[in-house]
């Protein structure tokens, strides 16, 4: 029984610290660095980039808060009203993706950032929308590796 015990909990726990997988449209980055310096650095990023933090949200202080530990885990939505008030005017329907979403994982390693491009993120709405679209994309694409770049450099 303990020797089944520990083969779960070993399975756990490298299930529990799983690296992000790439999937189409997805940037991945594997860093060193600790996840809550890892979430400073976004942060930091995303203003240095001229853009706002959005959002927050994951479940790791709530489940501290009810006894369970899990690894780090933090989707941060960052946008700015210049690409906002920009997208709502080519495509009402795209304004639900925003905003785009970075996720940044506790690993065995440190800490990895993922997110969506925002082409692959608005790509759905670009035929309905046309080229300034498409183009508003590109630019945050820009913008979101730049962050990506110094958060993780």
């Excluded at 960052?78 to 690993?107: D, G, H, Q």
């Excluded at 997110?115 to 694409?141: C, I, N, R």
Aim: net charge neutral; glycine share 6%.
């Amino acid at each position: 029984m303990r020797l089944l015990l520990s083969v779960v909990l070993c399975i756990w726990a490298s299930v529990a610290h799983a690296d992000v997988v790439a999937r189409e449209g997805w940037v991945v980055v594997e860093t060193t660095k600790s996840y809550s310096d890892l979430v400073a650095e976004v942060k930091a990023a995303v203003k240095a980039n001229k853009m706002g933090v959005v959002t927050q949200a994951g479940p790791t202080g709530a489940a501290k808060a009810r006894g369970i530990t899990i690894p780090g885990n933090r989707v941060i939505g960052v946008f700015n009203n210049i690409f906002a008030v920009r997208i709502l005017k080519l495509s009402t329907a795209a304004m639900i993706e925003a905003p785009i979403r970075i996720y940044v994982t506790e690993t065995n390693a440190g800490a990895t950032l993922s997110y969506k491009t925002p082409s692959h993120v608005f790509a759905p709405y670009v035929q309905e929308s046309g080229p300034e679209l498409e183009a508003a994309a590109s630019e945050l694409d820009v913008i979101f590796k730049a962050i990506a770049d110094d958060a993780t450099g």
